[in-house]
Each structure stands twice: as structure tokens, then as C-alpha cells.
């Protein structure tokens, strides 16, 4: 599993931070609002496209936090009311800000003061899932202890790139709006990082950090870079985050693999890139570490677990399809590590998808305003994506194969092993998935809203958790369980032009419970005119059972025909064959409703399971999945 690596910025001492940072005077990323030349000079349909997407919001009537839609989650667990309207007031504002940088007439002004004083009026800029206080579990945010999660950090940024780039038209009105941003960010961001120790900067234990690391660090540098007159304080933040960031880089392998799955990826690798990029331009650009190797394998990871289209990998808490895809950043990415295959994906994604024209709690004006600067360059750029052929991650232990290279036809496969406590972890050492020509076959389902139960000890009550959800054996009526201990064994990989090959023990990931010796799972993917995926799997038990199940999830029911082979459907209207050997069976399919607001829109209304069990007793025995072309 994953080895150490050490931080690349460990040889960066104090001064050499010194001498590198620019001053806040002199830090200047970007144009100004009043900098006509470069806005008027973007493309006029993209111009269009932000302003429309400001003018949504002339006269927006902001809608209040009051004290009661915090304590729901202290109440009930829920959090999507909160979130709801605290959301909508950041993402009329952004586009209130990009709207009026594009047109820059002072048409979105009013609007945008309303915007600044509404937030700035909050008492707490965190969400009340995250909420920390130091006499412990409160409904309410104390608002003598400024805790800095995600959003209160993300918060601090927006209005410090407004005030960075509206500042000027903003002190026509008056200067006390600019003076507020700066008098609130410092309170509730710069002095409380400072003095803090918040579990998400690794300085509080030795335990592994997660992307809440690089996303409050990203986005606590916008505010000490565009906002900290003070050069001592601006050093010293820049230090500290800096140290931080070594924590989040020491938890990865040689390979770059983020075992939060693509959808974080965006921000745990995403938000280490808004890091260094904004490192990059407050130093003029002696503060490069693109030439590092890790810093090029954390970019690469995108590339190996995308499918096709928005399709990507979903490990964890992970979606099959990513919703906060920023191409723009990939394409940057890569043409900062010189990478082809990741301004290839960017650029594909670009035109598939389109890049994000708005501000939201996932897309930052630190990826917003070189997106919109860049546009034209990836606009030009009409490549396909690499789709990698054959991609071994060997720290975070997952595998994937297609048929051919350049291609999303065929089959795809992707397994994994790895251990029951990772981050956003789901219990699914072994899992694996199947694609048809770049479409869900057999699937890893993803995650519900978030609930207080989600980050709690109850989180593996919750059925996407469970193995038993997962393409998994359940044995004695006994799941995965969770925990660094419970891990698969004997993990192999190899690959070549005929076929690819994983193969591991998930006998260990289990509790004693379900009496098992060892499960050897072997996945193959075959190349060539005989197209297939073979997943066998060879088991010994401590005694005889027929409380068995393999349980295999599809997005369309299975059907059975007359000669015992199944047709698994495929979207567009294709279906799959698979044939199931070895001891003798009896298989059944289960519906599941879908209605979680999450999974709706990925696999619509229904999904099944199909559960394949021994039709007598056995201790030992094996079954091999063999699935065709329909």
C-alpha cells in the first residue's frame, strides 16, 4: 500500500519565501474591472454567456440564514436547507462579479453591494455540518471562536477576488464596503489560521489528511495574497500553509493515486494545483514546483480514471458521473507538467461538457478567471481524450483496462483493493465495475445526500456503504467491515496485448464472522476478437454454508433467457451476455427505488441487484463470471 513520499516544498526556508513574494501592491494575476482592454477583448459569445448568466440576478431579493435553518442539522441531521440558500447567495453573487468585470458598464453594482453586506452580515461563514466550537456540540456557530472549514474559506476568497478586482468601483460607492472584506476576512480567516491548529492542516496528529487540505489552503492563500498588506503576516501564512500542504503530499504514494475517488479529485489534486498556481503567480514564478514528479502524478490521476464523456471511476464517496468537472484545470494542468494526454482530457471535456460560466462551492474565481483568460486556447484545442489503455495505480491498489487505447468501444474494467479506511471510504475491497463502449454496465453506485449520519458512527447503516451493495460476496450474512485492518491480501497485477489480470484475497476485509479462509477474486479483461471480462472467484470456507451471495449491481434488470445465460441491458438500447460457472446456482434480481437526490440524476429511478447463491451447502468452491458481447 501507500509509501511516504516526502514533501517537495520541505526544502523551501523562510527567507526564500521572502524574496519571492511579491508585495500585495504588486501582486497582480489579473486585470482589474477597470483594465477594459483584456475583458473587452474576450471572445463576444462568451462574454454573452456571463453576462446572461449575472443579469439572472439584477434585483436578486437575497434570501435570509436565519438562526433555525442552522440548528436543522443539530435537530435532524439534515443539512440541505442551510445549504441551499447559503449556496444560492454565493453563486448570485459570483455571477453578479463576473458579469460585471465582462461588461463593465456598473450595471450589476447595486446588486453586488447587496451581495458583499448580506454575507458579510452572516455570522459564521461555515456550514453547520462542520461546525466546531470550543465547549463542544452547539446547534448555533460561536461567533468569538471563528472556525475556518471549507466554505467560511471559500467565502473569505470570492470576496477577496471581488475586492480585488471591483475594489476601485466599489470605493466610488464608499470605501467602507472594501474596508469590511478586509476587517471580516482577517477575523474570521487570516487570524484564526494563524493561531489555529484545525485538524484539516495536519499539524494536530499524525493522521492522514484529506482534501479539505489543499481546499482551505487554496483558498486561505487567496485571501493573505490579494488581501494581507502586512509582509510579515503574508510570509508567515504562506509558510504555514506550505507546511500544511507537506502534510497532504506525505499521504501519497510514488503513483499520485487519491483514494477519495475523481469527484474529490477536483478538490484534493484540483485545489494542490490552485495552490501552486497561485504560488506561481505571487512569485513571478520562482515558486515552481511543476518539475516535481509527484506533483506531475497527482495531475496524471485524472487522465487514468476517466471513462468516457463525464463517466469516471466512482470510488468512495465518488459518483459515476462527476458534476464539478472544471476542464479548464485539467487542460492547465497539464500544459503546466507538459502532459498531453491531460490538455487532451481537458480540452475533450471542454467541448463535451462545457466549462462552468458561474461561481459555485466548487468552482472558485482562482479557476474561473484563467478559464475565462484561457479561453480561446482550449476552445482551439478540439482533441479527443487519450483514453489510457491500461492504467495500475499499485499504492491505492486500482486497476483499469480497455480493449484499445484511443478508444471507449469495447469493454472497460476497473477493480480495486485496498483497505476499508480510506478517505470518503465505502467497505468494497474487491469491487469492481464493467463499462460497454463507454457506458455503465455493472456498477458501483455511488453515494446519497449527506446527512449527519453520513460522517458519524452510524455511516455504515447506510446502504451504499455496505459491501452487500457492492459487487461483493456476503457470507453467513456477513459484510465487509470497516477499518485499516480489514484489507485484501496477495494483490497482483499484471497486463500485456492479450489480456490484463488483477487478482487479490478479499478474506481479510471481512469480520471472523464470516467464517472465511480465503476468497481469491481474479479479474481479467480479454483482448481481441474474443472480447470479454472474466471474473472468477475461488473461495474456501471455515465450514459448509449455503448462506452465500455474490451480489452483482446493474442499472437495467437482468433478464434470463431459456439456455440459463443473462442479458445485462446497457443505456443506448445494447445489452451485455453473461454466463455464470462453476457449482451449481440459483440467482434472483432485486429492484431497488432510487429517490435520493444525488443518485437520481446518474442511474434515474431504479437500480437491481442480482444475488447469485450456491444451490446447496459448500465450503470451498469457485464461480466464474463470464461476460460477452451481446
Known amino acids: 500500500m501507500k509509501n511516504k513520499s516526502e514533501g517537495v516544498f520541505l526544502n523551501i526556508g523562510f527567507q526564500s519565501i521572502c524574496s519571492s513574494l511579491l508585495a500585495c501592491e504588486s501582486y497582480h494575476p489579473f486585470p482589474k474591472w477597470e483594465e477594459r482592454e483584456t475583458w473587452n477583448a474576450l471572445p463576444q459569445l462568451l462574454r454573452n454567456k456571463v453576462v446572461a448568466n449575472g443579469e439572472k440576478y ?56 447587496n451581495g458583499l453586506w448580506a454575507v458579510c452580515e452572516e455570522s459564521s461563514w461555515i456550514l453547520p455540518a462542520h461546525n466546531v466550537v470550543p465547549r463542544g456540540r452547539e446547534p448555533l456557530p460561536d461567533v468569538h471562536h471563528p472556525y475556518v472549514d471549507l466554505f467560511a474559506a471559500e467565502t473569505s ?37 494563524l493561531k489555529g491548529d484545525f485538524k484539516w492542516t495536519g499539524f494536530m496528529d499524525n493522521d492522514p489528511v484529506n482534501n479539505w487540505n489543499p481546499w482551505c489552503n487554496s483558498n ?51 485545489s494542490f494545483f490552485d495552490c501552486l498556481e497561485q504560488l506561481y503567480w505571487a512569485s513571478s514564478g520562482k515558486l515552481d514546483f511543476y518539475g516535481e514528479p ?85 476552445e482551439s ?63 458501483d453506485i455511488g453515494v446519497e445526500t449527506y446527512t449527519a449520519k453520513t460522517f458519524s458512527p452510524e455511516r455504515y447503516s447506510i446502504w451504499t456503504m455496505q459491501s452487500a451493495w457492492h459487487n461483493l460476496p456476503t457470507v453467513n450474512g456477513v459484510h465487509q467491515a470497516a477499518g485499516r485492518t480489514f484489507a485484501a491480501s496477495d494483490v497482483a497485477y499484471k497486463a500485456d496485448d492479450k489480456q490484463v489480470e488483477f487478482s487479490l484475497d478479499v478474506a481479510k476485509a471481512y469480520p471472523a464472522g464470516a467464517g472465511m479462509k480465503s476468497w481469491k477474486r481474479t479479474c481479467r479483461l480479454l483482448r481481441g476478437k474474443s472480447a470479454a471480462v472474466e471474473i472468477k472467484d475461488e473461495f474456501e470456507l471455515l465450514a459448509p ?14 433478464v434470463r433467457d431459456s439456455s440459463g445465460v443473462w442479458k445485462i441491458p446497457v443505456s443506448d438500447g445494447e445489452s451485455i451476455l453473461m ?46 463470471l463470464r461476460i460477452s458481447k451481446g
Open 58 to 113: 439584477l434585483l436578486f431579493q437575497w434570501p435570509a440564514l436565519p438562526a433555525t435553518r442552522f440548528m436543522d442539522f443539530f435537530r435532524d441531521g439534515n443539512r440541505a436547507k442551510y445549504e441551499k440558500i447559503y449556496f444560492e447567495r454565493r453563486l448570485a453573487l459570483g455571477s453578479l462579479v463576473a458579469a460585471e468585470c465582462v461588461e463593465g458598464q456598473g450595471r450589476f453594482i447595486d446588486d453586488i453591494v
Open 545 to 558: 454454508t449455503d448462506d452465500l451471495s455474490l451480489s452483482l449491481m446493474t442499472l437495467h434488470r437482468p
Open 579 to 624: 454466463e455464470i460457472l462453476g457449482f451449481e446456482f440459483k440467482a434472483a434480481v432485486e429492484e431497488k427505488v432510487v429517490d435520493d437526490p444525488l443518485l437520481v440524476p446518474v442511474w434515474g429511478n431504479r437500480l437491481y441487484r442480482l444475488n447469485i447463491s450456491p444451490a446447496k451447502p459448500l465450503q470451498e468452491g469457485e464461480c466464474i
Open 220 to 270: 486561505c492563500l487567496t485571501t493573505v495574497l490579494l488581501l494581507e498588506p502586512d509582509a510579515k503576516i503574508r510570509h508567515d501564512t504562506v509558510r504555514r500553509i506550505l507546511k500544511s500542504l507537506n502534510r497532504f503530499i506525505e499521504g501519497y504514494g510514488p503513483d499520485g493515486g487519491c483514494d477519495e475517488g475523481p469527484s474529490y479529485w477536483f478538490q484534493a489534486g484540483g
Open 294 to 378: 509527484l506533483v506531475k502524478e497527482i495531475g496524471r490521476y485524472i487522465t487514468r480514471t476517466h471513462i468516457d464523456r463525464s463517466y469516471f471511476i466512482n470510488i468512495g464517496d465518488g459518483g459515476a458521473i462527476v458534476k464539478n468537472i472544471t476542464p479548464d484545470l485539467i487542460h492547465r494542468y497539464g500544459c503546466r507538467i507538459g502532459d498531453r494526454s491531460m490538455q487532451m482530457l481537458g480540452a475533450y471535456l471542454h467541448h463535451e461538457l462545457g466549462s462552468p460560466l458561474a461561481i459555485s462551492f466548487c468552482a472558485s474565481f482562482t479557476r474561473l478567471l484563467p478559464s475565462l483568460l484561457n479561453w480561446s486556447s482550449i
Open 381 to 443: 484545442d478540439k482533441s479527443q481524450p487519450p483514453f489510457l489503455r491500461d492504467v495500475w495505480m499499485s499504492d491505492i491498489q486500482v486497476m483499469a483496462a480497455r480493449e484499445k487505447a484511443g478508444s471507449s468501444n469495447g469493454f472497460y474494467l476497473s477493480a480495486k483493493a485496498g483497505h476499508n479506511a480510506e478517505s470518503h471510504n465505502h467497505n468494497d475491497v474487491g469491487n469492481f465495475i464493467v463499462y460497454w463502449n463507454g457506458r455503465p454496465a455493472i456498477i
Open 157 to 193: 476568497s470570492l470576496l477577496s477576488w471581488t475586492h480585488y478586482l471591483l475594489g476601485k468601483r466599489l470605493d466610488t460607492v464608499t470605501p467602507l464596503i472594501t474596508e469590511r472584506i478586509s476587517d471580516e476576512a482577517r477575523v474570521r480567516i487570516i487570524e484564526p489560521f
